[in-house]
């Protein structure tokens, strides 16, 4: 009887869930599409990011256009812009003004470097400019003899490294250097090629440590551009994802990989004792002290015998330019007496300048990186001992009294509690 006095009532039942069902598809859809479009746009912004950052064929240009006037001249420049066996390959560039890229020459494997005038900005809708040449390959002039570019190369020394007293020495290794094609003549390209190179400290830092394990050695170079030794892993962690895939993942996710995909812990001690062979290197340089002014995972990298080797060094600078650089600076606080992402100074209040002493030493801020690398799977017997040195390590000052002894113990302390207990394995 019910039935019959409500005869829609089933019919209304099935209209009702197939509208809700229509609601639920509508819905989906749209968070569907709403995902697409984000995701989309997220991935052209990050791509243009990326055709910013990687400007390889500008730079190329740029150089070739150079040296085929006869302005520049050195001996990547003939491979580079005549025979085109100096290939770039894969873009490692952080910065658009930085061009970096993992490269080959003839057979050799190499990193190919490139400086850009000035940084670009994204703009979307025009046509990103080559660098703007205002004083680029400007000096020495025509007409400059040999003596006179010494002099030049010797007053730019004294400036960036201070009253050295074996400054002639460096002159003469830089004109060793300039004379690509050996016939021992510094031709005007060759030498308008090395002042612009001698303006970028990772240059200057590359002929003055030329001989030590933890630098990579300059393999040529053309205007300034140059091609420096291939290191087989370029980051400190074991992992290089594609861009793509690093822009969805989290940053404690991503740390966590980082952590995960390292080599075996007695290989990172390996690697670790070369950093602190580094440090020692540019803390007693034949040229006075260098500042680590941008100590991360990213910018050290080692080679297949998991021996350390520097792949970026741009940011390590000479002691005495970094003072001049900061000494004036004005300030509000300690955070605007920064250089880099890791030379600080402090602020004066009094004068609202900073201050020129750098806080921390170079080997306490490779103790701060360290740190996690070799607690993570250190052995049980070494654990606490190895705890201990690197807090102490991380806790030296440059203001604290014998300084340069204490900084000296730390170090030889911490090498030779992880070479005893490499010694004896495959990895030492």
């Not at 420049?77 to 066996?85: A, M, P």
């Not at 890791?342 to 004066?348: E, H, K, L, N, Q």
């Amino acid at each position: 009887m019910a039935r019959s006095l409500c005869p829609g009532a089933w019919l209304r039942k099935p209209y009702y869930l197939q509208a809700r069902f229509s609601y639920v598809r509508m819905k989906y859809l749209f968070f569907s599409w709403l995902a697409v479009f984000v995701g989309s746009w997220i991935i052209y912004v990050q791509y243009s990011t990326y055709t910013e950052l990687c400007r390889g064929k500008d730079c190329k240009k740029i150089i070739c256009d150079k040296y085929k006037t006869g302005v520049i001249d050195g001996p990547a420049c003939n491979s580079l812009c005549v025979t085109e066996t100096l290939y770039f390959g894969k873009c490692l560039s952080t910065k658009p003004n930085n061009q970096m890229y993992l490269g080959i020459w003839g057979n050799l494997p190499g990193v190919v470097k490139c400086q850009m005038e000035q940084a670009l900005h994204l703009d979307f809708g025009t046509e990103l400019e080559p660098r703007k040449e205002i004083v680029l390959f400007d000096k020495p002039t025509r007409g400059t003899t040999v003596q006179k570019f010494k002099e030049m190369v010797y007053s730019l020394f004294k400036a960036k490294l201070g009253d050295q007293g074996n400054l002639s020495e460096l002159v003469n290794l830089i004109l060793t250097v300039a004379d690509g094609d050996k016939d021992g003549q510094v031709s005007l390209g060759e030498a308008k090629s090395a002042w612009a190179l001698l303006q970028l400290n990772e240059f200057l830092l590359m002929v003055i440590l030329q001989d030590k394990e933890h630098t990579p050695k300059l393999m040529g170079f053309c205007g300034d551009l140059y091609v420096m030794e291939s290191v087989e892993y370029t980051s400190l962690y074991g992992i290089s994802l594609p861009w793509v895939i690093e822009l969805f993942i989290p940053s404690g996710f991503r740390r966590s990989m980082d952590q995960l995909f390292t080599p075996s812990w007695p290989r990172k001690a390996k690697i670790a004792i070369g950093l602190l062979e580094f440090v020692e290197d540019v803390f007693h340089s034949p040229y006075g002290n260098f500042l680590m002014c941008d100590i991360s995972a990213k910018n050290l990298g080692y080679n297949d015998k998991y021996d350390l080797k520097m792949v970026d060094m741009r940011k390590i600078v000479p002691e005495t330019n970094l003072k001049e650089i900061i000494k004036d600076r004005h300030c509000e606080s300690d955070l605007d007496c920064v250089y880099g992402t890791d030379c600080r100074t402090s602020c004066d209040q009094s004068t609202m300048k900073c201050t020129s002493e750098v806080i921390q030493p170079n080997l306490a801020k490779a103790c701060q990186l360290l740190k996690d690398y070799l607690l993570r799977g250190a052995p049980s017997e070494i654990r606490e001992e190895l705890e201990k040195q690197l807090y102490s390590c991380i806790a030296l000052k440059v203001t604290a009294n014998q300084m340069e002894m204490e900084h000296s113990l730390i170090l030889n302390n911490l090498k030779t509690l992880l070479w005893k207990k490499i010694s004896y394995t495959n990895d030492s």
